[in-house]
Nanobody
Framework: EVQLVESGGGLVRAGGSLRLSCAASGFRFSDYAIGWFRQAPGKEREGLSCITLDNNKILYADSVKGRFTVWSNNADNTVYLEMNELEPEDTAVYYC??????????????????WGQGTQVTVSS
């Protein structure tokens, strides 16, 4: 059974940083791509970044490029999202998701098969 568990969310002041983790299990890690998404109240789920776990191909949304960094640790089946220069507009529930094709070709929500439960990030002004 594929499982994804996010952690690392919390409350931070504007300009601060947080590091999110996505612990994956139930599949061969290198076969998949992992994406990070967020959803603010009243808004659609937004794709932020994606990394392929075999060759570390990375995508970023324009909204986070230069502020967020994604990487994976294949030794412990975990993908990380480092978020810097956080703004109140970054407040949302953050999710990781798995793309079973492993291609990591898009940040579209429909491309991801499995989802974690989410972790709340709140940025105060």
């Amino acid at each position: 059974e594929v499982q994804l568990v996010e952690s690392g969310g919390g409350l931070v002041r504007a300009g601060g940083s947080l590091r999110l983790s996505c612990a994956a299990s139930g599949f061969r890690f290198s076969d998949y791509a992992i994406g990070w998404f967020r959803q603010a109240p009243g808004k659609e789920r937004e794709g932020l970044s994606c990394i392929t776990l075999d060759n570390n191909k990375i995508l970023y949304a324009d909204s986070v490029k230069g502020r967020f960094t994604v990487w994976s640790n294949n030794a412990d089946n975990t993908v990380y999202l480092e978020m810097n220069e956080l703004e109140p507009e970054d407040t949302a529930v953050y999710y990781c998701a798995a793309d079973s094709t492993g291609l990591g070709s898009t940040l579209a929500v429909y491309n991801f098969d499995y989802w974690g439960q989410g972790t709340q990030v709140t940025v105060s002004s």
